[in-house]
Nanobody, 114 residues
Framework: QVQLVESGGGLVQPGGSLRLSCAAS????????MGWYRQAPGKERELVAR???????TYAYSVKGRFTISRDNAKNTVYLQMNSLKPEDTAVYYC????????WGQGTQVTVSS
């Protein structure tokens, strides 16, 4: 089992920045991929970004050039730096970890509004 604790969401004005963090504990030796998904009201959950143990990253087209995913393996933590935020980035953001299983955080709300 892997437990995930997310932090860093909140309210920000358009053009602003936020950094999300997700700390993993438990069976962390099994972790391969760490990532972030988001779900806006009335929409399906979608991939935002993910990073593999190799460091290979994948981004949704809508966030390329604005968001950066990174991980600190010593702290078993994955980060999502979000810059130039837009109102359409408003959603609940979920941390996801893939290892022996597929694990999800509880979600953190990000609201971009003036």
């Amino acid at each position: 089992q892997v437990q995930l604790v997310e932090s860093g969401g909140g309210l920000v004005q358009p053009g602003g920045s936020l950094r999300l963090s997700c700390a993993a504990s438990g069976s962390i030796f099994s972790i391969n991929t760490m990532g972030w998904y988001r779900q806006a009201p009335g929409k399906e959950r979608e991939l935002v970004a993910r990073i593999r143990n190799s460091g290979f990253t994948t981004y949704a087209y809508s966030v390329k050039g604005r968001f950066t995913i990174s991980r600190d393996n010593a702290k078993n933590t994955v980060y999502l730096q979000m810059n130039s935020l837009k109102p359409e980035d408003t959603a609940v953001y979920y941390c996801n970890v893939i290892g022996l299983g597929d694990y999800w955080g509880q979600g953190t709300q990000v609201t971009v509004s003036s």
